[in-house]
């Protein structure tokens, strides 16, 4: 009998109409556990660096974490992964909600998608019962409405599904895959979604979910549970707003959003304002949140609330998450919350991301005003609104917003172009627009933050992050060192989630710099210290991506109540396999490494691991290389970022190293072209 899992994977070839049921490795699954770990060793066996994203053979991968399906607390996380149209790297996104829970319920792990429908269908999952349907009384309609209508069609309400809107119908490459109040957002996802022409995927299951000691894994559980209360209750001091209480991000709780508004950037991450949140703006904006926030909700068996229903007055209701709340408001340097909400609620219908769309906007009108586009290239579009009395924004821009919004999702006129994302809007545009294109990384828009001086440890996993995304980067470690030391001794007194003592003391003798002004340095220890606690919060990351738990109660938290100390517990007592923390962490450094094989495959070199242009104000290129040097001595890799043979044969991914070695990828060379498909040469 398999436990925690069901051993099964869905196949299915849009091209041929075939389905097939295939029974999974239980070796696989103590290698890899689930999710994005079963989902990267599916992708590097199956979508060789030949492949390009629109390519047929390109897999849309669709995977439940693990113990998704099982009574652990917050294990609902789906892991969607494919060839990102933005990056042409290996894309993953996960999302939480009610999916990957349902999948597991009617029998499967994953569902790997291939080839191409050459009509709009759906597929509905129900049990063994396996359907493609058509779809094309689907088409051009919203992520949200589509899931409405196709849970009425099939008379089954507890269905759960997953969507694209009209965006992800005609590619565009920041396009999501949507669900309830949860999304796939980042990396393009929807766009080979829409490729495939596939609109949307039901699910319904009644199966069972076996456990191999049950007794043992709900007192685990009642642990958790436990703590997490606890955590509820006591909130840590001196962290920012929404890292008080456990649930991060909490922005759609949170009124005072005085620390958001400045620390992020405006237009095209262009301009930071530090006197922008009045009493006035204040006032509006809780107004406002509490007149449109029908009620916080939260995901599949998770007590945390950290997603709202939002009602627009005039709009139908939706689901809103994260930060979207303030993205749409720093593109159009607009101060108005009614403003960002009600945008939300059309860009959700499409199906874009609330990071790339804003900032690929904002990225237009730049080129507007600089005289690089023309008023040609915008017909119709409305003027610039005033300035807003009391404020020293410049004239925002919303009703261009959506404008340029319905362009992009319809691919008409200048909307085709930036439908790209920046930097291949940028390419194609010329005449100078490179330089206006300043916040990607790997060709995707990152958040848009303007800070002061470097933050070593952002900074390694912004240049090295196979994610690419501010979510794979939100850490256990502080931020930034408590102002006294007392406070920093009493911080570490309690805190039992740490891999080793060290990092107690780490923190202990981290003190803020005394330098003030253009003189001032990065606040760290040493380059050894960023490196190993970088280390400890990616691996975070990996343990929850592949487990299916979401971040809100492990990897995204001070103090959470998941962490090595009772991760391999709850494993072996759900699977019956034997896991201790050794085993765990050698598991998500084997992860790593894949993820990161799977890139250097596809030409991905250390000259790739940048962070963006102009994210820090003020940077040191020598301490920048000796980290990225350290950082990846510490992770096996050489000094061109590939595997070594020796860390490949510890993690036991030698038929890595054969595949490099036959591609002509030595691992005993600091530089070293790759014979594939190079990041440079693909526009």
Avoid at 253 to 270: C, F, M, P, Q, Y
Avoid at 383 to 391: D, F, Q, Y
Avoid at 553 to 558: E, F, I, P, R
């Amino acid at each position: 009998m398999r436990y925690a899992e069901t051993g099964f994977n869905l196949e299915i070839d849009l091209s041929t109409g075939n389905i097939e049921k295939v029974e999974t490795d239980p070796k696989e699954t103590e290698f890899y556990l689930g999710g994005l770990g079963k989902n990267a060793k599916i992708f590097w066996d199956r979508v060789p660096p030949e492949i390009e994203p629109f390519s047929p053979d390109n897999l849309l991968i669709f995977g439940g974490g693990l113990l998704c399906g099982t009574p652990a607390l917050a294990a609902n996380q789906t892991c969607i992964t494919t060839l990102s149209p933005l990056t042409e790297l290996i894309g993953f996104s996960n999302m939480g909600g009610f999916w990957a829970p349902e999948l597991k319920y009617a029998g499967y792990e994953n569902v790997i998608i291939r080839g191409k429908s050459p009509d709009s269908v759906y597929l509905w999952i129900h049990n063994d019962k396996v359907e493609i349907r058509d779809a094309s009384h689907l088409k051009g309609m919203g992520s949200l409405q589509t899931q409405t209508l196709i849970k009425q069609e099939l008379n089954e309400p507890k269905a759960q599904v997953v969507s694209i809107g009209l965006a992800g119908e005609n590619r565009v490459y920041f396009a999501t895959i949507e669900h309830d109040a949860s999304s796939a957002s980042r990396g393009g996802l929807g766009a080979i979604m829409g490729d495939k022409k596939l609109k949307a995927i039901a699910v319904r299951g009644t199966k069972d979910i076996n456990i191999a000691r049950p007794a043992e894994f709900m007192e685990l559980r009642r642990e958790v549970w436990d703590y997490t209360k606890f955590r509820m209750e006591n909130p840590i001091p001196e962290t920012m707003t929404i890292n008080e209480r456990l649930g991060c991000p909490q922005e759609m709780a949170v009124h005072d959003e005085k620390w958001h508004t400045i620390l992020a950037s405006w237009g095209n991450t262009r301009i930071r304002i530090t006197d922008f949140w009045t009493p006035e703006i204040e006032k509006e904006w809780t107004e406002t949140l509490e007149s449109m926030r029908v009620r916080l909700i939260g995901c599949y068996n998770c007590p945390l609330k950290c997603k709202a229903s939002i009602s627009p007055p005039g709009q139908p209701t939706y689901m809103m998450k994260c930060y979207s709340k303030m993205t749409w408001l720093h593109g159009a340097y607009s101060p108005s919350l009614d403003f960002g909400l009600r945008i939300a609620q059309r860009a959700f219908a499409y199906g874009v991301d609330s990071i790339s769309t804003p900032q690929v906007i904002a990225f237009a009108l730049e080129l507007l005003e600089a005289g690089i586009l023309t008023d040609s290239d915008f017909p119709g579009m409305p003027p610039a609104g005033e300035v807003r009395p009391g404020t020293k924004l410049p004239p925002n821009n919303e009703e261009r917003f959506y404008y340029l919004l319905d362009k992009i999702a319809h691919r008409e006129g200048i909307g085709d172009i930036l439908a790209d994302g920046s930097y291949r809007a940028a390419r194609r545009i010329g005449k100078g627009a490179e330089k206006f294109e300043h916040n990607t990384i790997k060709k995707q828009e990152q958040l848009p933050i303007k800070l002061g001086v470097l933050d070593p440890l952002y900074f390694l996993m912004f240049c090295t992050g196979e994610k690419v995304n501010i979510t794979q980067i939100q850490g256990q470690y502080p931020q930034d060192p408590f102002r006294m030391r007392e406070t920093r001794e009493k911080f570490v007194k309690d805190w039992f989630q740490v891999p080793d003592e060290k990092f107690k003391q780490y923190f202990v003798d981290w003190h803020g710099s005394k330098e003030e002004g253009p003189n001032r340095k990065p606040n760290y220890p040493t380059v050894k210290m960023a490196c190993e606690i970088v280390d400890w919060m990616e691996r975070m990351h990996y343990v929850d991506d592949s487990l299916g738990i979401c971040g809100g109660l492990s990897s995204w938290n001070k103090k959470p109540p998941y962490h090595l100390h009772n991760f391999p517990k709850i494993i072996s007592a759900a699977t019956g396999m034997d896991y201790d923390t050794d085993k765990l962490v050698q598991t998500t450094k084997r992860i790593r490494t894949l993820l990161r094989s799977i890139n250097v495959r596809r030409g991905l070199r250390r000259k790739d691991d940048t962070a963006p242009a102009d994210h820090w104000s003020k940077r040191f290129p020598e301490l920048e290389n000796e980290l990225i040097d350290e950082f990846y001595k510490l992770k096996g890799w050489n000094k061109d970022s590939i595997p070594t043979k020796e860390s490949l044969h510890e993690l036991g991914l030698d038929y890595v190293n054969q595949d490099f070695i036959e591609r002509g990828i030595s691992t005993d060379k600091e530089d070293t072209p790759a014979k594939n498909v190079a990041l440079e040469n693909k526009n």
